[in-house]
Structure formats: C-alpha cells, structure tokens
C-alpha cells in the first residue's frame, strides 16, 4: 500500500486538502533546456554510478541547525527588453545597492524583465544568470539589485570564471555547454546549474511530486566542516576552482571541501531510513542518485540549498503553497520537511573517486557510466527539444580548471588613449594566410634565428604562468617603442640625463654635457616627459646595418636636448650603473643578426625585436587581419608576478634570454611565487587551446591570440602597476595606438574599470599564458641547428621559419646566422666552505704544454695501496658492469655553470711526526679556523708534516677534508675542515669521523651512526669525512698523475670511480615525507643536515651517494670532445663513474682533487696543459668544455644498492656494479707492503644513518658508572619455550599485547628512527610491588609530580589515594635534579588485582609514600591524568587479565606489562642468555618522532592499543611519519639474520631476538634526544643494577659515549619498522585463532604464551566487569573479550568530541574463567600531563 500524505494549503482563509505523494516516474525522453540546462556530459546532468566509493561526511545535525534555500536569480527568458546592468561598488558594504556609481558604467546589456523587483534590504546574495539575446550565451554576476522600476539594475561584478578566479578555463559560457563555472564565490561553480527549479519536489496537478533528475547545491558551514590545514591550491575539491576563506576552515574530513559532491549511499532503502514527508523522500531519491554539490558557505550552522527565484515567483513561496509548511527553518523549529532535511543531510556521504580523471572517463563512455564510474544508477539526461536557434558554439568543450588564487585589486595609474577621432570601422576578420616567401628587413628584423622570429615547436613544454586579476580592475596599456628606421636624418648628439624615472625632467640633459651618442634623428620629433614611459629608442645607423639602441628617451622642444639615461650596446656592459648586467654579451647589434639584447632596463633584451609594427594585427584594404609571425613582448607587475625567493640575488632574478633584471628588484619590487616567472620567460597559449573557442570577441584579439600560441610574448620589463603591457611601435610618422583606433573605432588600451572588445579579449588572453619551460640556451642552440626542422622548445615548428630577407641596402658586415656568445646564467651563490673558481687561472704554468695523448693501456699487474687504496671490494674500486641500468639525470651543465675541484688533504706519510690536532669550533664562520678553541681539546694525534700549510682564507673557505694514516701504516682517520695557517700554529679540526670508534663531534651519521667497518687502507674504504654522505674523504679522488701525461706523453686510464659535488637545491631529489633517513642512495649513510629546505630537486635518482655513469651505447672516440684528458676523464666515467658525495653550494661541478705535500692537483693539471682544471660562469677552455659536454650526458646507475654489492663482491672478480660482467678486470693486488693488514677486506661496512642530534638541556641526560665488576663469558641461545610461566615473572593472559608474538602476516613501514652515538640509551624505572603479603599501606595523593615541589610530602590536607601492599623499606627517592617517572604497579591482598598510579615517591621510612593519579581502568579516579583513567576503560584490572592499560600517561597503557624483568637478557648460572618471549616497552623522543598530522585531535594522535597520547601533543609532537605515534608496535624485520648484523653484544643478539619475535610498543615521551627502556625497579633491586654487575658494561649512555651493548641498542633502534596492520580488528582474528596466528596475521613466530603454572588463590573473583555505554573499545559477546581502541566514525560536533566503536568478539583464552577482560571505553578526553 503506497502511503500518501495529506497537507493543508492556505489560499487566503480556506484551507484545502490535498493528497500527493512522491512516485519514481519514468524518465523523461527530451528535456527544456530552459529547465533542465547543460549538456548530458554537464556534471549536474551526470547520475551517480555503481562503482562511487562512499565515505562518511561526518555532517552533524539537529534541531538547531537551521535549514534554509538560498535565492538564485534565474532570468532566462531572452526576449525580455535589453537592458543595461549599471556597476555599483556598494556590493556588501553599508552603501545602497540601489544607486549607480558615478562614473557610470555599464557592466552588461542583458534581458531584463522591467517588472522584477529585487530590493537592497534586507540584504541577500541575489547571484544571478542571464540568458543573452543569442538565447544561448549565459552570463552571470553578483549581487543584483533593482530597487524600482526607476532605478536602473545594478550588479558589483559580473563573473567570467577565467577572470574573476584567475584561472584557465576555456568552457564556453552556453547553456548548451558542460556548465560547470560560474557565480558562486567560494567553489568557482554554476549559479544555473544544480539549482532547485520552480515546480520541482513539488506536486504536480495529479499530485504527484515527480524525481529530480539532476545534482543538487547547497552551502554549509564552512568554518565547521571544510578541510583544514589548507593551502589556496589545496583547499578545495574537483570540481571547484576555487575556495574562499579557507583559513577559517577547522574541519577534519580530508575529502570534505568546497566543490565536494555529497550523496546518500546506496546501502540506504531510502523507504526505510524514517522519513516522514513526501517532498522529504523526493529529496533523498535525487540526494541517491544525482548528489549534491557544495558550492558555498552557509555562513552559520545551517544547511542552504540553492532555489530559483525568478519574475515570474520565489521557489521558497510556492513550496509553501503546495504543502502549507515552510522550505526553510529556524533553528528550535521543525516541521516534517525540515525534520526529513536534517537527518539526511547527517546520512549523506562524500563521493570519493570524482575527479577530473574519472570524469573524462565517464564523459567518454556514452552513458555507459556514472558519477564515480560503473553502470549509472539512472539513465543520462535525455536530449534537449529544438531550440529556438542553432547555438554558435560547440556544447561539448570540457572544461579545464587551473585552479589560482582570488585576485588582489590594487589602484592603477591612468591611460589616456588618443585624442584623434576613429574612422568608420570596416568590416574585418582574422584569416590565418600562407607565410610570405621573402619579408623586409626594416618590418621584421633579424635572423631567422633571432628568439624574436623563431616559432613555437611541438616538444615545448608548459606550465601555467597564473597572471591572476585579470578583472576590468586590471588595465590594458602599451609601451611604445621609438623605432627610428631613417639613417639618412641628421646625425645628432644624445645627451646624458640622470633623471630617468625619478623626480627631476628628462627634458634636461645633466651638467656639464655628457654625450652619448651621436645617431640619425627627425628634428621635429618630440618625446615628452610626461606622461612618463620607458621610452627605449632603437636607431638605425649610417651603415644601414647597425641598430644602438637606449633608454628613456626625451625630446621636449626644439631648444631642448635629446636626452637618455643610457646606452645599451651589447657589445659592452652598460656603462651606466642602472640594472648593470654582468654577462658580457658578444652579439653584434647588427638588424640582421640574432638582436636578443637591447634597451630593456628590467630584462636587458632588445627595445626593436617584438615589438608590435605599424600595420601588425590591423587590418588591410580589404578586411583582412594577417598572422603576425614573430614574437611579442610584454611588461608584469614585477611586485605580482616576478618570482622572488628567500635567496634571490642579482643573478637569479631573470631567466635566459634575458640578462639582467630590474636594479631595484631586491628586496621590494619582486613579489610572484612561481618560480618560472621572471624576466626574459616566454609566455604563450598552449597547443591544447582552440584560439576560435576562447569566447573572444574582436577580430584583433583572435590574432593576437594566434601570435602568442605560434610565437608567444616574452616578458621584458616591469608594468609597475596593475596593468598588462605590450610593446607597440611609435614612429615620428605615427603612433601604433592610433592607428589600432582609426581602424576600429575602440581603443587599444583600457583603464581599470574600462572595457571594450578588445581589452576584454586581452585580459581573457593574459589570463590563459602560460610559461615556455624547456626553452633555455641549450635547447635555443639545438634549435637554432636544425636548419628550420625544430621550433622553441624543440619539436617540429608549429610555423615555417621567416623567409629570407627581400633585398638587402648593404651586405652585413658580420654573419646573420651566429647566435650571441653570451649565454647568461645564474653565477653561484657564495656558501661558506665551498670552492669559488675565479675566472683566470690562479697556477701559473711551469712549462709549455707537450702533446699528449690517451691511451687506453693494459691494467697494472700491481697497485700501491697509497696510490690506490682499499681493496678490490671497495666501491671505489669496482667496474661497472654489463647488467648496469641507468637513467637520465637532468643534469644540465651549461657555459653557465662552474667547473670547480674541491681540494682533499690527504696525508699518507706515517713516517711524519705525530702531531697533535686540536678542536677549532670556527668551521664556516666568521671566525678564523687557525686557531684551536680555548681551553684546548685534543682531537686527534697523527702524522703530519710540520711545514705542510693549509690557509683559511675567509674570502675562498674550501671544506678541506683531510685524511691521515697513522704510525702503523694501515689505520686511516678522516677529519674536516681541516687548518694549519703557519709553523707556529696547531693544526685543527672541527669534526673527526671515525667509522669504528665515533667521535664526540656530532657532525656525520657516517660517525654517529654505528658504522662499523674498520678504518683501513686494506679495507673497503667506503666511509668518511664528507658531511653530506659520509663517504671517504680519499677514496675516488682524482690524485696527482691521473688524468695527467706521463713522460712519453702517454695518459693512462684512471681505474677507479670518482667522486664529484653538485649544486643540492638544484639537483638532489626532494620527496614528499623525505626523511633523514630517506635522503640519501646507498652507499651514502645520511645527506645534508638541511635537506628539507635544501633539496628541490624531481629526480628520484639523483641523491648524496648516487652513482653517475656514461652509458655504455657512447663511444667516446666519437662524442665531439677536444681534449685528451676529456677522452681520459670519458673512459672513467664509463667505466667507474662518479659517485655524489657533496655539495657544490653553487651552479657547479666540483671533482674532488689531491692536496698534499707532494703538490695540488690543480697546479699540476694547468702545468701539464697550460689551461685551468676549473671555470667560472660563462668562462670556458677546451678541457672544461668537455667536461660540462660529459656531465650533461651522464646517467645514474638506477640498480646499484646493497643487495647487489653483495652479490657483485661475492663473484670473485666476475660481475661488475649493476650486475653482469664487469667492463674492466677487478683491482689488481697490492705489491709488498711493510705491514699486514690486520682487518678482513670483504666485510661490508654496516651503516645505520642519522642526522646531527639537537640537545635539550631541560631533560635528564643519563650518566652510568658501571660495576666494576669483570663480565662473565657468555652466549645467546634460543632456547626451547617454557611449558609453563610463573604470572609474577610473566603477567597476564596469552591473548594479552605483551605476550602475543609477531605473526608472519604481519606488514611493516619504515620505523625512521635515527639513533646514534648522539642518542642517548636509558632504562625508565618501573615499580613493581608485587607481592600480596606485604602491610596494607596508606599512600596519599601528593601534587609535587613534575614541579619544583616535592612528592616526598603529602598535599595538606591529606588525601588517601590508595591502601595497597608495600615494603616499609622500600624507598623510592624524589631528586630534582633528576626526575623519574616511576610508574608504580601494585598488586593488591587478593593476589590477583593490580593497581597502578605514578609517580611513585617514598623518601624514607618516616614518611607516606605518595602518587600524583592513579590509573584504575575498573575505577576511574578523580585524576584526569590518564585517558585510560578518565576513559571509562572497564578492562578488569587482573594479573591475568589482557593488562593493556594502565598508568603510562602518554598512551595510556600497562606500567608491568612489556616491562623488562630482573634476569631478562642476563645470563643464568651456565652463562646462558635465554629469549625473552613477551613485548617490551619504549620510551622515544616525542617532539621529534611522534607523528604530527594536518589537524590531528586528542582522538588521532595515538595509535592502537594506545587510548591516548601527551597533553600537549598539538605543540609537541612533530614527526613526519604517520605510523609512528603513541601505542606503535616496532619490530626487527624478519629479513634480517640477527647472526650476521655486526652485533657485538650477546645481550644486543637476545635483544634483537625479542625485537624481530615480539617488538616493542612506543608507550611514552623519552622527553629529550634518546631511547629508553621500561625496566624493572622493586625490592629485589634495579634491573640497570643488575645488567652491570652481569657484564661490567652500563645498560644506558649518555650522548657520545658508548660501549658494546649500547652499540647494538642503537644499531638496533636504527632498523626497527612499524607493524602497521595491527589494530583492533586485526587483535580479534589473532585472539580468535587459539595460537594459530600472531600480530598482525600469518602463523606466529613463536608459540602463544605457556600456561600458567599455578595460581595464589583457589578460585579468583568471580564477579564481571560491566561496559559501560559509551564510545568505547570493542564491547564483548562473551566473558572472553578483548580490548579494542578503533574508532569507526568520529564525527566533530560543537560541544564535545565522540566516538563510535566498532563492536567485535573474541574467543576465550586459557586465563581463568573469571579473570577475562571485560570490554573497554576509552573516550579519549585530552588529559593533563605533566611537562
């Protein structure tokens, strides 16, 4: 029976009654598209499809919540009269949008209906759309007034997505088009489309209230429930465009965002869900099927859908007619349609797969497919009836949103056009006509290899420039060129004027005279000073070849001077110092060479090429506008858009070709973000662009629109205000802007707040620019070779190349076909410790240069182990191999970039005196390293001979990493930087790095981090001084007589890899979520200590440690290199490679090179040749042309790693790096050496990176004096599991956390630990008071906890805490000094119950003991320290219980359970070290690890079986890995073989057992730079106590100390990864599976706990723990629960945080019956924890 609904209409005093009711009809087989808009492709016409994926939205609602219908101004009959819509600024001021502003302005003619009244009060955003008198072209705008028929209409803006929101969309605004942008400000999005149109979800004359078959839109609360975190870009959803006030924004659903597409899940029966009104069901059937959008911000707690409000009725009235019941609701009130509205607002979910992506998908799948993919729920929207007229344009145009920011209006100056009056325009069109075949030097100069006329080729590649504000805020404006072209005028002098652009006239040349130059010039042509341009001037000289071109140019009357600021010539630097360019550029300024450079002040390119020609984009005798095939060039608001950064100097604020920027560019006139938008960037529409489907509007424009895709514009000057500029041609003939005026009657230009046709059209045009990235001198130089083949960017040409010149007046004197010599680039940027080549050569030749000649002669029977170190292991010694793979670097080293050697000191004389080298804290400072800190530190004794200098030259800081072998001839120790500035001073250090015995200087992971391979000359050498991998400061340097003729004249080849620095910022990769542990390729062990910043980075294989090779395809004979030394350096590089090492600071390649007592490489490399090893910028010889022709054509060896280095070492001369066999024969052996390497050469070092530790001196930093006692021998053995446990030793029941062991199923993420020797190691004590028979004692609570009170003393007045068992003479002191924890566990009288609360305190016998809380998961104390406490977690407190909670205040787990018990990983009597088979607990630095998310809660900020994490973790916690938090699990993987880590420690091997069978849970803060244990603390003694007398070694240490335990911890922390599918759910099939399956899934490990072996009591309580109704942990079906902590939903509401859990059930362990856990229910309230 189909239920129907009766409602009470009230026409005036009569009430009739009514039955309707809502029915599925069929679909409609055509629609009005005046109805039912957009095409079927539109996404408010899309029907939802089977394969959506669905996820809550969290929306909460209630009765006061108000429901509202926000008006949409829908005016859609065209033939209403035209009327013009007036711009008022009132807007949502407190002016009256009533009124017109003065100046009069019409925004649109549109067809308005006379009748429609739309008042100013009260106040609404009346966004309107109209259909145009075309019946097809929709406009829409806000906010429209029209306050009496007569007043005129008004609207503040008229919106056209692509300017008001900055963004490029090329959708055409039609109502037979997708539809998707438009009015609404806060997504971007349609104000037509989506709306609640009159007659829907409403009866009709049947009564029947038929389906609405389209997407909804509504707004709600922004501020509540949009995503926060977000940035301008990020803060809205596809497919949105923008958002607005997102800062507001404290939502925690990530998908929940403007532009989101909300629907009720198909698991509702929308029958079913409790709906009480027919038009409510109607609601839910179209929220089922189609969705809704959100598209703006309510504004308050209220829930607005947007409805029709026309001439003809407001949709809210007649919803009220038909159903005598309100659209809308206050909130407190309710009625059954608003009832319906909230609780299904509260249902809906957010379709997560509805993308751009997934909708071209759909869109391509003719109605095959839904909104979010699969068969559609409904069928696609039907055809449209016949319109009334064809539409013009195609209605199938997608959409294509770059989404910017909202645009920043800011006051211009003004423009005035030209006083002439136009002519009748003609009628004109832009015709794209063949190319000319030959053209005339005097319209279109230049090569055809000028940047100014090549074209634009298909391999360009783009990225959106984001010129935003393109608004009728923006003006349009020129500036003009002076293009004097007749050489025959009089020759003039030109006169210096300082004036320029500031307050004094140009008309007046400075005193005394100053020429400039002498040039042809009309004498009656006048140049004003005002209104102030730039002016560049270009003349033609006598020679009718040469262009001097300067700037700004004045001539004010025939008694006045001709006067300029400047010259630009560049054939010599300009010789003023107004934006001084430091590239010498070589170009001749010949009109028919290349003419890149010229009068441009802000770019230093040319003030003639470019620019926009009498005659260009006009139209001829017959109509027809012409393609202009050259470039163009415009003027920015530098202050918008020119890219500034932090660092930015003189020679990074432009791009090739420019040369040069604005003089005042730093630090205030810049301000853009996107980095590829400086002077000299070419600008251009992208290919993808259909020029005639932009919804352009003049026949110049579509020109223009062409030029700038087929040639684009480059940027050449600052506009200075908020104007978009392009050159234009002033002659003394004609002004280019009349000439534009003449011929169509509208102006060229455009003030703000000023349109027409043509400016429109540019503001349309600037606003779809984007940048030409590929387009560089190396790119310009292939092009420029390719004899017309390739275009900008390379690829074919979109256009043919210019044609030849017509005729020529004179032969040039130089060739037309040479490109400028001058390549500019960005020099480096100084950073201290790193090589600055200067541009000559410092060394001095010792004798001429003899011929030489590589020859790749047979590899030497023998090495010498000083020449060429370590053994043939070693990975600077091994070949490549044939099973390498590579792949591109993006490496681009040009004449711009530096070609640097970094000298390495290295000291292989043992003989020398043993000198001592002291600490020198100076480094890269402004102090001097030559002289050690005072007191003196000691830092190393080593060989070095007295009269060896190393300067410190503060102007030229090299990094001077030194390596000394010791008195024994085979030990190496490493060092940097190092000094010795004279005889009479001491050397200096600031860091040693010693693999096998770390220093106390924290400056390399290589060092810190558990390195252990030995500092030999025989071994593998891989490790050292070089701070930003840790690789050796000795192997792979480049050594005296490489690379160098011997005496025949003969260069041999070098038989090892090299080591080379880059620049980091530019080329080592930056990844999202990088770590210090992730920065780096093996076989680097860390990278710079400020990567994060540092690095930027995009190729995933470039990084400290990388590997770059020249692929095997080259042949180096044939690969165009000069020299011989760069055949030689070819064959290395193909053969070894080079390893990055380094850092070059700047734009520069840096070997690493020999510095010795026997000489400096440099020096014997430029005696040898005659030329430098090194370059700067745009300096070149032919050696270091080779080298950045090989540098730019390496590659990295992508499958070099530790696994393959193991198989490689293992093939005993057979395979190479990579893989396959080796290129050249493996290191020959050493000949005699005097001394016997005593250290094994095929161990692989085992290194474990970290970065440099910071310390904070407000925590404990542990100290140990250890027993004195001598170590027993001793051995790990895995011995057989125990068949029982005692339940003191070994607590709780075998389902509990700590005594599961880990299962084969269980999946691990990165743990990101860095423990190194600059971590400490610590055992947190833990009381355990364990034994039931000791006096009932009072403890009192006691406030002192972690202030500078004592918790020696109870607060007065007394207040009992706790009556438990406790030993009168067990004390536990409160030091200060040295504040503990100490979380105490009590068992209570019944041998059963266990208590626990900290800190625990009892001074002496005399007093109390006393605890600040008390954690009872069975009893809640008053104390709100603990969230399990204060949680309503009603696990039962039992020894034999699951024992998951308890007093650890940061996680809220057990303060016994994983703790590590007296006698664990401690040899018994036979000196066996028997497995520890339970979990252990760990405390780790939080501020440093703890994961830190966008918009973490006290409800996110822990992580199963944690129930809560640190008070203040919102300002604490800032890890960046999401796995990591408090409750963790971390484990050893089970890849790893504990017998073959480098542990060297038989309690370091049990540990590792224990970490790799059952991990170790994350339980609390550490509070500084270390890891700690949870030891034992109780009667029978302290576990630290003990483990020293046990091995004589301490169980902690302090920072840079360390002994052999302590190693492996660290080395061991280093390793451990997150088991991250254990949670509750996955605890509920482990549990359930009766020892069959271990955390995290899989067969365990190791065997479930053993049963207990006897109990205390016959029989234990037997009463049951009650679960409590709350948000809680999983509730039980049976006695035997298990305590969950998984949150299924958590939904924000404005009171208070909840939380609803999942319910699950487990079988029954073998605890005793009585003592299971009961269920859990943490509410997870932030708690007061102590600092």
Not at 218 to 233: D, E, P
Not at 1702 to 1728: D, E, F, G, Y
Request: glycine letters at 8%.
């Amino acid at each position: 029976m189909i239920s129907t609904y009766l409602a009470v209409i009230f026409l005036g005093l009569r009430p009739l009654v009514q039955c309707y009711q809502f029915v599925v009809t069929t679909p409609p087989t055509s629609r009005d598209v005046y109805k039912n808009p957009y095409s079927n492709v539109s996404i408010w016409n899309l029907p939802i499809g089977n394969g959506a994926n669905y996820v809550a939205a969290g929306i909460t609602s209630s009765i006061s919540t108000g429901i509202d219908g926000e008006a949409m101004v829908l005016l859609l009959d065209p033939t209403q009269p035209p009327t013009n819509i007036y711009y008022s600024s009132a807007g949502w001021s407190a002016a009256s949008r009533c009124d017109v502003d003065v100046i009069n302005r019409v925004l649109i003619n549109a067809p308005f209906p006379p009748g429609l009244i739309l008042p100013d009060t009260p106040r609404k955003n009346y966004q309107t759309a109209f259909v145009m008198a075309d019946r097809v072209t929709i406009r829409q705008g806000l906010p429209l007034a029209h306050c009496s028929t007569t007043q005129s209409p008004t609207l503040f803006n008229l919106i056209d997505p692509a300017y008001t929101y900055a963004v490029t969309i090329t959708e055409t605004p039609s109502i037979l088009g997708p539809g998707t942008y438009g009015v609404h400000g806060n997504t971007g999005l349609s104000g037509l489309g989506g709306t609640i149109r009159l007659g829907e979800f409403i009866p009709d004359a049947q009564g029947i209230i038929q389906p609405v078959r389209h997407a909804l839109k509504a707004n709600i609360r922004a501020s509540q429930y949009f995503f926060k975190g977000m940035t301008a870009s990020t803060c809205f959803k596809w497919p949105a465009i923008i958002c607005g006030g997102y800062s507001s924004y404290t939502g925690t659903n990530q998908y929940l965002s403007a532009g989101s597409l909300l629907a009720l899940s198909s698991a509702y029966d929308i029958t079913n869900i409790g709906l009480v009104s027919e038009p409510g069901k109607a609601l839910a059937w179209t929220l089922q099927n189609y969705g809704v959008y959100l598209v703006d911000d309510s504004g308050w707690d209220a829930f607005a859908l947007i409805t029709e409000l026309n001439s003809a009725a407001d949709y809210k009235n007649t919803f009220r007619t038909a159903y005598g019941f309100d659209f809308f609701a206050a909130p407190g009130n309710e009625n059954v349609w608003a009832k319906d509205v909230r609780k299904l607002f509260s249902l809906l979910s957010i379709i997560t797969n509805w993308n751009a992506a997934t909708y071209n998908t759909v869109k391509a799948s003719k109605g095959t497919l839904g909104v979010g993919g699969g068969a559609p729920r409904q069928p696609w929207a039907p055809p449209i009836t016949p319109l009334l007229i064809p539409p013009t344009s195609a209605s199938t145009v997608k959409p294509s949103p770059v989404p910017a920011k909202m645009p920043t209006f800011s006051p211009g100056q003004t423009m005035s056009p030209s006083s002439k009056q136009p002519q009748v325009p003609s009628s004109t069109s832009f015709v794209v006509t063949p190319p000319p075949a030959t053209r005339d030097v005097y319209k279109q100069p230049f090569s055809n290899i000028s940047i100014w006329n090549l074209p634009i080729g298909a391999s360009a590649t783009y990225t959106p420039a984001g010129i935003t504000a393109l608004t009728d805020t923006t003006s349009v404006a020129v500036d003009p060129e002076i293009i004097l072209l007749d050489y025959t005028q009089p020759m003039t002098n030109i006169y210096y004027s300082s004036a320029g652009w500031g307050a004094n006239s140009r008309c007046v040349a400075d005193s005394p005279l100053k020429l400039i130059l002498q040039a042809p010039y009309p004498p009656g042509f006048f140049i004003p000073d005002q209104p102030r341009q730039n002016y560049p001037a270009s003349f033609l000289m006598p020679d009718q070849v040469t262009i001097r071109q300067v700037q700004p140019i004045a001539h004010c009357s025939t008694s006045q001077p001709i006067t300029v600021i400047e010259a630009t010539d560049p054939a010599w630097i300009h010789h003023t110092n107004v934006g001084r360019t430091s590239v010498k550029v070589t170009e001749s300024p010949n009109i028919f060479g290349p003419g890149f450079y010229g009068a441009h002040g802000g770019s230093g390119l040319s003030g003639f090429g470019g620019a926009i020609r009498i005659g260009e984009f006009l139209p001829d005798a017959q109509g027809f506008i012409k393609p202009v095939r050259h470039a163009l060039k415009t003027n920015l608001e530098a202050g918008k858009y020119f890219y500034k950064s932090s660092d930015m100097t003189i020679y990074d604020c432009y791009k090739w070709p420019a040369i040069k920027c604005d003089g005042d560019y730093f630090p205030t006139a810049y301000g853009g973000t996107n980095p590829a938008l400086r002077p000299g960037a070419l600008l251009a529409i992208p290919p993808n662009y259909d020029i005639f489907q932009m919804g352009l509007t003049s026949e110049p424009g579509k020109a223009i629109a062409w030029t700038m895709q087929n040639y684009g514009v480059y940027v050449v000057d600052d506009a200075g205000w908020d104007a978009i500029y392009l050159e234009t041609e002033l002659n003394p003939t004609v002004d280019y802007l009349d000439a534009f005026y003449a011929a169509y009657g509208f102006t060229f230009i455009g003030r703000e707040k000023t349109e027409n046709l043509f400016t429109r059209d540019m503001r349309r045009l600037f606003s779809h620019l984007s940048v030409v990235t590929n387009w560089d001198a190396a790119n310009y130089a292939v092009v420029a070779a390719s004899n017309g083949a390739l275009g900008v960017g390379g690829g074919a040409a979109r256009q043919p190349w210019a044609p030849p010149f017509a005729s020529l007046i004179k032969k040039p004197t130089s060739k037309s076909t040479s490109s400028p010599s001058a390549v500019p680039a960005k020099p480096p940027s100084f950073s201290p410790g790193y090589i600055m080549p200067t541009a000559a050569p410092i060394y001095m030749p010792t004798k001429a240069p003899t011929t030489s000649q590589f020859v790749v002669s047979p590899a030497p029977a023998t090495r010498n182990v000083y020449k060429s170190p370590f053994s043939n292991i070693s990975i600077w010694n091994l070949p490549i191999g044939a099973g390498a793979t590579y792949a591109a670097t993006g490496i681009t080293i040009t004449v711009n970039s530096g070609v640097g050697a970094e000298p390495e000191v290295l000291l292989l004389d043992a003989n020398q005196p043993v000198t001592n080298i002291y600490y020198s804290s100076a480094a890269w400072t402004a102090a001097s390293r030559c002289d050690p800190d005072s007191p003196l530190q000691l830092y190393l004794q080593a060989p070095f001979p007295p009269g060896f200098i190393v300067a410190d030259s503060l102007s030229d800081r090299h990094n001077y990493p030194a390596t000394f072998i010791m008195s024994d001839k085979v030990t190496l120790r490493q060092g940097l930087p190092l000094a010795h500035c004279s005889t009479d001073k001491s050397p200096t250090l600031l860091a040693v790095s010693d693999p096998a015995n770390p220093s106390h200087a924290a400056l390399f992971a290589a060092t810190a981090g558990g390195v252990t391979e030995s500092p030999s000359i025989y071994g593998p050498g891989f490790y050292g001084a070089h701070a930003t991998s840790g690789l050796s400061a000795i192997g792979g340097t480049i050594r005296l007589g490489e690379f160098i003729p011997d005496s025949q004249g003969i260069i041999r080849p070098v038989r090892h890899a090299l080591k080379a620095n880059i620049q980091a910022t530019k080329y080592f990769y930056k990844a999202a979520g990088m770590t210090a542990l992730t920065c780096f390729k093996w076989p680097a062990v860390k990278c710079s200590y400020g990567y994060a910043n540092q690095y930027a980075g995009t190729n995933q294989y470039v990084s400290p440690g990388s590997l770059l090779a020249l692929n095997p395809s080259f042949d180096i004979n044939n690969m165009g290199l000069n020299t011989e030394p760069g055949r030689a350096l070819a064959w290395t590089l193909q053969n070894y490679g080079v390893y990055l090492v380094d850092d070059s600071g700047w734009d520069a390649v840096v070997f690493e090179t020999e510095l010795s007592p026997s000489g400096d490489y440099r020096d014997a490399f430029f005696a040898a040749y005659g030329f430098a090893f090194f370059a700067a910028p745009g300096n070149e010889n032919v050696w270091v042309k080779d080298v950045r022709s090989l540098f730019s054509q390496l590659q990295v060896v992508t499958n070099w790693d530790a696994t393959k280095y193991n198989a490689v070492t293992a093939s005993q001369g057979t395979l190479g790096v990579g893989g396959g066999a080796a290129r050249q024969p493996w290191a020959s052996p050493f000949t005699g050496t005097s001394l016997v390497p005593t250290i094994k050469t095929t161990s692989l070092p085992s290194a474990v990176p970290v970065k440099a530790p910071t310390f904070n001196p407000a925590f404990i930093m542990p100290s140990a004096t250890p027993s004195t006692q001598s170590p027993t021998s001793t051995r790990f053995v895995v011995t057989a599991a125990p068949a029982s446990r005692d339940i003191f030793q070994s607590p709780f029941s075998n389902i509990s956390i700590w005594n599961l062991p880990i299962g084969n199923g269980a999946l691990f993420a990165e743990g990101g630990l860095t423990i190194t020797a600059n971590s400490g190691v610590d055992g947190e004590p833990e009381v355990l008071l364990l034994d039931p028979t000791q006096p009932v004692t009072n403890i009192y609570y006691s406030s002192g906890a972690w202030t500078s009170n004592s918790r020696c003393n109870p607060d007065v007045p007394l207040q009992l805490y706790l009556q438990a068992p406790f030993p009168t003479n067990f004390l536990v002191a409160d030091i200060v000094s040295n504040r503990r924890n100490y979380p105490a566990t009590f068992i209570m009288s019944d041998k059963v119950t266990l208590r626990q609360g900290m800190p625990l305190a009892h001074c002496s016998a005399g007093q109390s003991p006393t605890l600040l809380a008390v954690a009872d998961p069975a009893n809640p104390s008053r104390s709100a320290l603990f969230a399990a406490t204060a949680g309503g977690v009603t696990e039962s407190p039992s020894i034999y219980g699951p024992g998951f909670y308890g007093a650890h205040a940061s996680s809220g787990l057990s303060a016994i359970g994983g703790t590590i018990r007296i006698g664990e990983f401690m040899p018994d009597s036979q000196g066996i070290i028997r497995p520890v088979r339970h979990a252990l607990k760990a405390n780790i630095q939080a501020a440093k690890y703890f994961y830190k998310a966008v918009g973490m809660t006290a409800l996110t900020c822990f992580k199963w079986p944690a129930v809560k994490c640190s008070y203040g973790y919102a300002n604490q916690y800032a890890g960046t890995n999401q796995f990591l938090s408090p409750g963790s699990l971390l484990a050893l993987l089970p890849s790893y073989d504990i017998n073959n880590m480098g542990l060297v420690s038989e309690p370091g091997k049990a540990l590792a057992w224990t970490l790799q069978n059952y991990g170790v849970y994350l339980v609390d803060d550490s509070g500084w730079n270390a890891v700690a244990f949870e030891t034992e603390l109780s009667p029978k003694g302290d576990y630290r106590d003990a483990f020293s007398a046990a091995y004589g070694f301490a169980f902690f240490a302090a920072p840079g100390n360390e002994n052999v335990w302590v190693k492996d911890v660290r080395k061991l922390f280093s390793l451990l990864s997150v088991v991250k599918n254990w949670d509750a759910a996955m605890y509920n099939t482990v549990t359930a599976s009766q020892g069959t399956l271990g955390v995290g899934g899989g067969a365990p490990r190791q065997p479930w706990a053993a049963p207990i072996t006897q109990l205390l009591v016959s029989k234990p309580p037997t009463a049951q723990p009650v679960a409590a109704k709350s948000t809680a942990p999983t509730p039980s079906k049976s006695p035997s629960v298990s305590p969950t902590a998984v949150p299924a939903t958590t939904k924000p509401s404005s009171t208070k945080p909840t939380t609803t859990w999942k319910p699950s059930s487990i079988k029954p362990s073998a605890t005793p019956a009585s003592m299971k856990p009961s269920s859990l229910k943490p509410t997870r309230k932030p708690t007061v924890t102590p600092a």
